[in-house]
């Protein structure tokens, strides 16, 4: 499966932004989906998970009650709907899935098999 992210871009402080992950080349509904982001000079790290069938969720702390991940298999598709961004939310945020017979969350970045390339999401003060 190839993942595309798109939806990034260059936002003010308390802005919202989409984030879209395109899947081809198999079928979403399949996979486990998560959101990772990688700023200067840190280690990537996981942002938020959601399982196969969507009933189960994780965000990290920071972006608690600000960020909803959700996934449209009809379309192939996940979201990460990010509100009141702030400028420690700046990052190259990358999307990730992976395949297992058991349905939950995955926190480690060693749990996905495919990554999309990443979109830069920069937030000004």
């Known amino acids: 499966v190839q993942l595309q992210a798109s939806g990034g871009g260059l936002v003010q402080t308390g802005d919202s932004l989409r984030l879209s992950c395109a899947a081809s080349g198999g079928t979403l509904s399949r996979y486990f989906m998560g959101w990772f982001r990688q700023a200067p000079g840190k280690e990537r790290e996981i942002v938020s998970s959601?399982?196969?069938?969507?009933?189960?969720?994780y965000y990290t702390d920071s972006v608690k009650g600000r960020f909803t991940v959700s996934r449209d298999d009809a379309k192939n598709t996940g979201y990460l709907q990010m509100n009141s961004l702030k400028p420690e939310d700046t990052a190259v945020y990358y999307c990730?899935?992976?395949?297992?017979?058991?349905?939950?969350?995955?926190?480690?970045?060693?749990?996905?098999?495919?990554w999309g390339q990443g979109t830069q999401v920069t937030v000004s003060s």
């Open positions: 959601i399982t196969k069938n969507g009933g189960g969720t």
């Open positions: 990730a899935v992976g395949l297992s017979s058991f349905d939950y969350v995955r926190l480690r970045s060693t749990d996905y098999s495919y």
